[in-house]
């Protein structure tokens, strides 16, 4: 209910979530709140583990502390993702969220191994902790906010497709498990008088560190220029071969200039007998479409496959069935034959996985189709696909 009345109070025409000023009206709603309540929870908790003296419930603060820098992140990420374009930065200013992660993912990693330092004296130096039930409900109400993030940020990030609000709806189930844990050691302490509160901020802070790295690791991925998400390519392809007049699909790639900023380019195929006017103008409408459903800039090159012709069409369906024995993995595009004399070159070009070692692929497709036709001459491209 409460995730509810926030969206519908601050966000507005909330339905519309393909409208990337909505979007960005939700990113910023998720930000605000994250951050006041991991604000909250580091005061709090912070207070707890000074009365206490327990560096677990310190540790935990801290936690909290790193997850307030990441609703920033959040925050400043969305804005700047919805800052419009300009002459210097002519693809947005989206990939900003990305520098400034990896800032606060520094951060975090080194606050972690600031408190794994003070586990460590508190491990060599024991002293005992001072068990006070306003710790207990400190904690215990930490663990149900951090339950309602978990659902508020997975709401959101799935109404939005947000990987970012996705993982930030781990990073507060983590952070349930975390408090319990440290819950629990303040209660066996108080009840064992045993010294375990060093070893538990110790696996606190290690936690704290590894948040770090996953955020790190992350970040660096669309930086590096990752794999798009399999979904939004299937989506792409399916707008694309709705339309009767495009009979193939290839060398699609999607390239990110940040959430919600992406442009696409890919090959449409279209009969090359066909009126090129028509196709021409049915490429713009699929482009026009794009942008509308997927707020995604298109740039099609139109590629003429030859429809009609007998030998072509048997020749593609027997050399796809070559393939599909070699490895089911492989695909083929731009099919054409060149027809002289003595010989008939087969043209194509082959897609493999990253890892395919095969390396005598020419040689055993074109021994397999001069079983056929001796005349058949295999002239092909070996590329990798980008989604």
Known sequence: MLTKALIHRFVRDYENTAVPSVRTA???????????????????????????????????????????????????????????????????????????????????????????????????????????????????????????????????????????????????????????????????????????????????SLFVVWSGFSVLKETLSPLLGEAPDPELVDRIRNIVLENEGIVGVHDLIVHNYGPGRCIVSLHAEVPAHGDILHSHELIDAVERRLVCELNITACIHMDPVDTQDEQVRELRVLTETILEDIDPALSIHDFRLVRGEQRINVIFDVVVPFKYQKTDLHAEIERRLQMVDPRLFVVLTVEHSYT
């Open 26 to 204: 939700y990113g910023k709603l998720a930000g605000v709140a994250g951050l006041a309540a991991n604000v909250i929870l580091f005061l709090f908790k912070l207070l707890a583990g000074a009365l206490s003296g327990s560096v677990a419930i310190i540790a935990d603060a801290f936690n909290n502390l790193s997850d307030a820098g990441s609703s920033v992140v959040t925050l400043v990420g969305f804005r700047l993702a919805g800052s419009p374009p300009d002459e210097e930065h002519p693809f947005g200013h989206g990939r900003m969220e990305y520098l400034s992660t990896l800032t606060v993912a520094a951060l975090i990693m080194l606050a972690g191994i600031e408190l794994a330092k003070s586990a460590f004296e508190k491990i060599m130096n024991p002293s005992p902790s001072a068990f006070s039930w306003v710790t207990a409900v400190i904690l215990v109400a930490s663990i149900l906010v951090k339950l309602w993030m978990a659902r508020f940020n997975r709401n959101i990030g799935d109404r939005i497709r947000s990987n970012t609000l996705i993982a930030a709806a781990t990073d507060s189930r983590n952070d349930v498990i975390c408090t319990l844990v440290v819950l629990v050691s303040s209660v066996f302490t108080a009840v064992t008088d045993l010294p375990i509160d060093g070893y538990v901020g110790a696996a606190v």
